[in-house]
């Protein structure tokens, strides 16, 4: 069974940083997609920062810049470095883990609702 067990939440002040990370036992399998999505109060959860399954990278744009996702193999790992955070960034962050999906125009990984495999959340808090 996997597991995925995110850590490194808290509460900081605007500005200030924060490392989040996910022990998940799915990493020793390359072939996956894995990253991280946040959901705030009253909103959809949305995905944040991804690796695909060829190790190429994505944010969404309004981390660009500040959010920095990467993985460490031989740990198990996938970590989220956050700097620059805004108050706009509070939310419960998850790490999520999938195989990549195969349709008729390529490999891409999975929609947002359609990871199999998720943490139970760390809660992330920016004070103004």
């Known amino acids: 069974q996997v597991q995925l067990v995110e850590s490194g939440g808290g509460s900081v002040q605007a500005g200030g940083s924060l490392r989040l990370s996910c022990v998940a036992s799915?990493?020793?399998?390359?072939?996956?997609?894995t990253g991280w999505f946040r959901q705030a109060p009253g909103k959809e959860r949305e995905e944040v920062a991804l690796i695909n399954s060829d190790g190429g990278n994505r944010y969404a744009d309004s981390v660009k810049g500040r959010f920095t996702i990467s993985k460490d193999n031989a740990k198990n790992t996938l970590y989220l470095q956050m700097n620059s955070l805004k108050p706009e960034d509070t939310a419960m962050y998850y790490c999520?883990?999938?195989?990549?999906?195969?349709?008729?125009?390529?490999?891409?990984?999975?929609?947002?609702?359609?990871?199999?495999?998720w943490g139970q959340g760390t809660q992330v808090t920016v004070s103004s």
């Open positions: 999520a883990a999938d195989h990549p999906r195969y349709y008729s125009g390529g490999v891409d990984c999975p929609a947002e609702w359609d990871y199999n495999y």
């Open positions: 799915i990493y020793t399998d390359m072939n996956y997609c």
